[in-house]
């Protein structure tokens, strides 16, 4: 697609279930970021994927934070047994392997309640 | 650890007046620094800067970069109410790790 596509855009879940957040990344792009924005907070780095390298998983608060991308095309990221402080946008973004700009997503509003 | 600074955190400006917006950079293996505007969800690409002391320019918005000082600023002359966004900076490395560092933004209001 033209650009990249995040889906659902908004999700209302209970505390304690799971979710799933998707990411189309532009065609072509080699390199995958997710993001976190807290209301009123900067962007917090969760994970990077580049190519078939090894994903830079620093970034993951803790082990219900998942994600994984088939080759270079969709990326998933799992929530497991959420809580009211995973409430936030989730933002992804992507950028070719040399060009270092890269292009977010409209973003998910997960709200758990 | 790497990290970017921005300030101010906040600025409130007439509609007209000229801003001035800086990033502070700390960071290993620098490639580049990048400005993005963010209105609601998405940040919008603005600027990247890979060389020192070269301007770049897009209509009111401007910016450079300094890598002796590590710092870079974003200028928008004759502001316009919609100008009114989150301005954040962020760094990114090279070696084969492009992760994008950013820092906490700037969120500029413009007054008509």
């Known amino acids: 697609g033209a650009g990249v596509s995040q889906s659902p855009s908004n999700k209302v879940t209970e505390k304690g279930k799971d979710v799933e957040l998707r990411c189309d990344p532009i065609?072509?792009?080699?390199?995958l970021y997710w993001y976190r924005q807290r209301l009123g907070q900067g962007l917090e780095f969760l994970i990077y994927?580049?190519?078939?390298?090894?994903?830079?998983k620093s970034g993951l608060p803790s082990d219900r934070f998942s994600a994984e991308r088939t080759g270079e095309s969709v990326s998933t990221l799992t929530i497991q047994r959420t809580q009211q402080e995973d409430s936030a946008v989730y933002l992804c973004?992507?950028?070719?392997?040399?060009?270092?700009?890269?292009?977010f997503g409209q973003g998910t509003r997960l709200t758990v309640v | 650890e790497d990290k970017v600074v921005q300030s101010p955190l906040s600025l409130v400006v007439h509609e007209g007046d000229t801003v001035t917006l800086n990033c502070s950079y700390e960071?290993?293996?620098?490639?580049?620094l990048l400005w993005y505007k963010q209105e609601k969800k998405a940040p919008t690409f603005l600027f990247m800067l890979t060389s020192s002391g070269i301007e770049k320019k897009s209509g009111r918005l401007s910016s450079i970069l300094d890598k002796k000082e590590l710092f870079s600023i974003l200028n928008i002359t004759a502001t316009q109410t919609g100008d009114s966004a989150v301005y954040l900076c962020?760094?990114?490395?090279?070696?084969?790790?492009?992760?994008?560092?950013f820092g906490t933004g700037t969120r500029l209001t413009i007054i008509p």
């Open positions: 960071v290993t293996n620098f490639r580049s």
């Open positions: 973004a992507s950028s070719h392997r040399v060009l270092t700009e890269a292009f």
């Open positions: 065609s072509g792009h080699t390199a």
């Open positions: 962020a760094s990114a490395f090279s070696f084969g790790n492009e992760k994008l560092t």
């Open positions: 994927f580049q190519g078939n390298s090894a994903p830079d």
